[in-house]
């Protein structure tokens, strides 16, 4: 082999990220000519092969409206995601149902998640089977063991479970086709707090044991702390900062993100900082403001340039954060 050719084999080729969403954007209408709701204004996010994002904001951020676009559910209205490096905002039904097997959804309720009728069987070897892969009793039972329950439960009906119970079921059908990106919207806030410490230490093992990526979702920055490296911070359906988790929460740029951290139990308790409270309701997202959608509740707004331009993503870390006051200069 000549020289050249053997630096071209072993150049390492950097995997596409298996998410990568460019100025995402989704609209509802409202009945009745009511307007409409902004939920996503222009979402920059990107999630590497086998990395763990988190995405956290307030209630009516659009967290749930960007997980459900990401596991296929909803259909953006402007803007572009890319999943495992096809574009989906524009995709055929026939290509987002090929794409499925890739992206699975882990709910917020588990019980609520799961067929009440169906036998726990039938639901775990439901995804096998769309799929096309050998969906018998083995393969289920090697499932439910893979996820910390007994094979018995196979003959179960969810109301015959725990609510932990549920979710790990939950978790066997999410991991059944071998996805490579988990999407999982606040797996843990419906749960006793022992059993969210449980379920949170399977997916950690699960992850490292399969290199499945995750979107994260949570509204607890201690959850996002312990499992994900990276984490976005979503105000008013805009991802306003995002980096790696440590960095992010140890020296958060954002006034929002840190506001956000400053209300964490347990970040004020470790470390004894000052809460800052945001003054004012969050604004509507059927009328959010002019200039940078924080600036009605900022606490150090720096003046006209805050209520009248939005700003741009400037660098922090190795990621970014929207706020005039990281502007070099002039
Ligand atoms: N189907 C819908 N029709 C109209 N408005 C909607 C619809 N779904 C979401 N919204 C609105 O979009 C905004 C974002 O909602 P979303 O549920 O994505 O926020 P969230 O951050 O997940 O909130 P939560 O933490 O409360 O679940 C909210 O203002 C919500 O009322």
Redesign the pocket.
Known sequence: MTESAAVAVGTPVADPPVLAASGLT?T???RGGGGE????RGVDLSVGAGASVGLV????????????IVAGLLRPTGGSLRLLGAEMADASERRRRALSRDVQMIF?DPRASLNPRLPIHRTVAEPLRTHGLPAGRAEVARLLDRVGLPSRVAELYPHQLSGGQCQRVGIARAIAAGPRLIVA??PVSALDVSVQAQILNLLTDLREELGTAFLF?S?DLGVVRFFCERVAV?YL?EVMETGATDAVFAAPRHPYTQALESAAPAVRLAERRHRIVLQGEPP???DPPPGCSFHTRCPVRIGPVCDETEPAPHPAGDGFARCHLLAPVP
């Open positions: 989704r509802f209408r409202l709701v902004q939920a996503l904001g307030e209630s009516g951020s659009g967290k749930s409206t960007l997980a459900r917020q919207d606040e979702i509204h979503l359906g509507r997202p059927e």
